[in-house]
Nanobody, 123 residues
Framework: QLQLVASGGGLVQPGGSLRLSCAVSGFGLDTFAIGWFRQAPGKEPEGVLCINTTGGMVILAGSVKGRFTISRDEAKNTVYLQMNSLRPEDTGKYYC????????????????WGQGTKVTVSS
């Protein structure tokens, strides 16, 4: 019933920007916290940013502070990840998922992972 679909990934040069979208169906954005996660090649997934049920942003990865922003459009039932000043180390597959509790860095707290969308930062 609950489904989250991430999209918007692609190839971008270092210093560039990219906006990812997470289309949500089956529930309203004021019901669950939505988190963005990423998995770099050869590494385990890590939390990036999370937005709580009241629209507050929680930073899960310190390396994105000042560069990434999470937001939501309740009318479109969509959560966005705006990525600026991208670095090669930001390369990876990005996922969005929901949590029935407040934002957490623990992957096990999140559910309904989709296929993700690949982001490659390279010249």
């Amino acid at each position: 019933q609950l489904q989250l679909v991430a999209s918007g990934g692609g190839l971008v040069q270092p210093g560039g920007s990219l906006r990812l979208s997470c289309a949500v169906s089956g529930f309203g954005l004021d019901t669950f916290a939505i988190g963005w996660f990423r998995q770099a090649p050869g590494k385990e997934p890590e939390g990036v940013l999370c937005i709580n049920t009241t629209g507050g942003m929680v930073i899960l990865a310190g390396s994105v502070k000042g560069r990434f922003t999470i937001s939501r459009d309740e009318a479109k039932n969509t959560v966005y990840l705006q990525m600026n000043s991208l670095r090669p180390e930001d390369t990876g597959k990005y996922y969005c998922a929901e949590s029935y509790i407040v934002c957490s860095a623990a992957l096990d707290d999140f559910h309904d992972w989709g296929q993700g969308t690949k982001v490659t930062v390279s010249s």
